[in-house]
């Protein structure tokens, strides 16, 4: 069984499903940059323009796509990344900023099995 490279915390689904209904379908990106820069940006779909740098992790809360610049996909290979969500105040660009939390990653190491079964797979799609 193929895992899926990218998964989010019931807290995070929730808060996603909240800003759905506010500001229609979503999207994430998940730079490489310091500070905010390295958290997960939520974003009306279609605000954030996906590039050929980009990598589709995955989808979270059924459609919402999650793209990570390739540097980064380089580093994060081998993991699974989780999107959880936090009390605090993110980036000041992300929609789940005025709410008082901020959507942050966690991460684990896949198995040698899963990411046998991720390479077999084939690799991820790439933006346009």
């Known amino acids: 069984m193929v895992p899926a490279r990218v998964i989010a915390t019931p807290e995070a689904d929730a808060m996603m499903r909240?800003?759905?209904?506010t500001h229609g379908a979503l999207m994430f990106h998940q730079s490489g940059g310091c500070?905010?820069?390295s958290a997960p940006m939520c974003f009306p779909r279609g605000?954030?323009?996906v590039g050929t740098q980009d990598v589709l992790l995955g989808h979270v809360a059924g459609d919402i796509p999650v793209w990570i610049g390739s540097a980064q996909f380089d580093y994060w290979r081998n993991t699974q990344v989780m999107i959880d969500v936090v009390p605090g105040r993110g980036a000041g660009m992300?929609?789940?900023?005025?709410?008082g939390v901020r959507f942050i990653v966690r991460s684990r190491v896949f198995t040698d099995?899963?990411?046998a079964a991720l390479e077999a797979a084939g690799g991820p799609v790439r933006g346009c």
């Open 18 to 21: 909240a800003l759905t209904q």
């Open 35 to 37: 500070c905010d820069g």
């Open 47 to 49: 605000e954030f323009k």
């Open 94 to 99: 992300s929609l789940e900023s005025p709410q």
């Open 113 to 115: 099995e899963e990411y």
